[in-house]
């Protein structure tokens, strides 16, 4: 019989064991609604063992799973697949994260920020902005 909690056995996206991918991500709480999720999907930030994922594709255990979202990278390995959402507890279960640390706050403010208004930088302000990348570009 199914686990009816969990959303894992039989009738869950046709195949015991499984679950679709959208769902899934939103199962776990990788992303705020399924359809955020979904919109992922069909746009192509989300990858299955290294394949663009449709929101419909079934996911396994021993799956990996990589989203990009919210300005990062997300890298999980599907411990259990799970097609209704569960407490933040049982989400951390359910998959083990090898997501590359988030930037720190020092590191995500490093990027130049234009005043609205101003119109487009010159191009004493496109070095400076090109400096504080860290990118040389080309030698004076």
Do not use: Y
Not at 41 to 52: D, F, L, P, T
Not at 76 to 84: E, F, G, S, W
Not at 99 to 105: F, H, K, Q, Y
Not at 121 to 129: A, C, N
């Amino acid at each position: 019989m199914a686990d009816e909690a969990t959303g894992t056995g039989a009738g869950t996206a046709g195949t015991p064991g499984s679950a679709r991918v959208d769902a899934w991500i939103w199962s776990v709480r990788l992303t705020k609604t399924r359809s955020v999720a979904a919109t992922a999907c069909r746009a192509g930030h989300v990858k299955v063992n290294g394949e663009r994922a449709k929101p419909a594709q079934v996911v396994r255990a021993g799956d990996e799973v990589r989203l990009f979202h919210a300005g990062r990278e997300r890298i999980v390995v599907v411990k259990r697949p799970v097609a209704k959402r569960v407490g933040a507890p049982v989400a951390a279960e359910c998959f083990v994260d090898n997501s590359p640390p988030a930037p720190t706050r020092i590191e995500a403010e490093v990027v130049g920020v234009r005043d609205r208004g101003t119109g487009r930088p010159t191009k004493r302000d496109r070095r400076e902005i090109e400096s504080l990348r860290g990118g040389g570009g080309r030698g004076r």
